[in-house]
């Protein structure tokens, strides 16, 4: 217990430990990299393991401060300098087992990803229970779904991603319904996750969009169809951003607004380009314009008499008490 009593940090100089290793982590990711042709993947990988593990392990063995529910500043900064140095480290131990380009390998992917996610929520359901440790777990778990899913069954499409992807924004909802009251902080994160998914559905499309664009600019045939999502698809991205920006709005939270400002913003883009028809207001924009207009009529139709303001302050009550047994006035 006495080393690593010497690797928790004391909270009087925690913030200082955190100020060092967020440029102590980067230097030597820039050092895996620089110097990947000049020394071996084992080399490398000892040099960031020890790192990986100086940094996650001071980030899990301080303590908790009294009278604080969630970890500190300088913990959450330790633990994530130390995650990104376990993806590196991970990374590098498939490289020594044979792996040519383990990121970019389904099966090299689907196991670094699960260690990863071990790792993550330890971090966020364990002991420390850092909510921003849950997002990463989260965000990792997705991407484990999606090596596994590629790894297992080789999808010849994009299409089977999409429909994987779609089932995570539904088990993370479910999931932020499952810890809104146990764990509220944590159970924003669920509704962070699943807008990160509903980003990646429309992140598929892309390619054929930017594909379509750059065959237009060189005069060939721009292949619009080649980026449409699809009626479906496009109710998904609708229907995620706007679930998004409520929820945001009602639990004035500005994290899942902005992602569902994000997505509606990819709805635009995506749907927004005339198709091989032409242009035209029939489809979204015409059902859009009806639903926002019938909205905004009905929010601003004439009352009378008109109700008293929601901000309307409360008379003041009476500061003398009255006498017993009479009735106030």
């Known amino acids: 217990m006495g080393g690593l009593a010497l690797l ?30 000049t020394w ?19 980030g899990f063995l301080a303590e908790r401060e009294p009278g604080h529910e969630f970890p500190r500043a300088y913990q ?3 633990l994530l300098a130390g995650l990104f140095l376990l993806t590196v480290a991970l990374s590098l131990l498939a490289q020594v ?14 196991w670094i990803s699960a260690l990863f996610t071990a790792a993550a929520a330890a971090a966020a359901w364990g002991r420390i229970g850092s909510p921003i440790c849950a997002l990463v777990a989260l965000a990792g778990a997705g991407v484990f779904a999606l090596a596994f899913v590629d790894w297992v069954f080789d999808p ?16 993370y909802a479910a999931g932020h319904v499952r810890w809104r009251e146990r764990r509220p902080r944590h159970a924003v994160h669920f509704v962070n996750a699943a807008g990160l998914a509903a980003l990646a559905v429309g992140a598929t499309f892309l390619g054929g969009l930017f594909a379509a664009a750059l065959a237009a600019n060189l005069g060939g045939d721009g292949g619009a169809a080649a980026s449409d999502p699809g009626t479906w698809w496009e109710l998904v991205l609708l229907a995620a951003g706007v ?26 883009v995506l749907t927004g380009p005339p ?9 979204w924009p015409l059902l859009l314009l009806l639903a ?27 500061t003398e008490p009255l006498p017993r047994g009479e009735p106030p006035a």
Request: aromatic letters at 6%; a negative charge; proline letters at 8%.
């Open 292 to 318: 926002g207009g019938a909205a905004l009529a009905a929010g601003l139709r004439p009352l009378a008499p008109l109700p008293p303001s929601p901000d309307a302050t409360r008379e003041a009550a009476p």
């Open 275 to 283: 198709g091989a028809d032409g242009a035209s207001i029939v489809g």
């Open 76 to 78: 959450t900064v330790l």
């Open 97 to 110: 087992l044979g792996a040519d380009d383990p990121l970019s390998s389904a099966g090299s992917l689907t």
């Open 40 to 58: 071996g993947d084992g080399i490398r990988f000892v040099i960031v393991g020890l790192a990986c593990a100086l940094i996650l392990g001071m």
């Open 8 to 37: 928790r940090p004391h909270p009087h100089r925690g913030d200082l430990i955190a100020a060092g290793a967020v440029p102590f982590a980067l230097a030597v990711a820039l050092l895996n990299v620089r110097m990947e042709d």
């Open 243 to 268: 679930g998004l920006i409520a929820y945001g709005a009602v639990d004035r939270e500005p994290g899942p607004a902005w992602l569902g400002f994000a997505v509606l913003l990819l709805f635009v």
């Open 156 to 171: 010849e499409s994009a299409t089977t991603f999409r429909w994987v992807l779609l089932a995570l924004i539904l088990a």
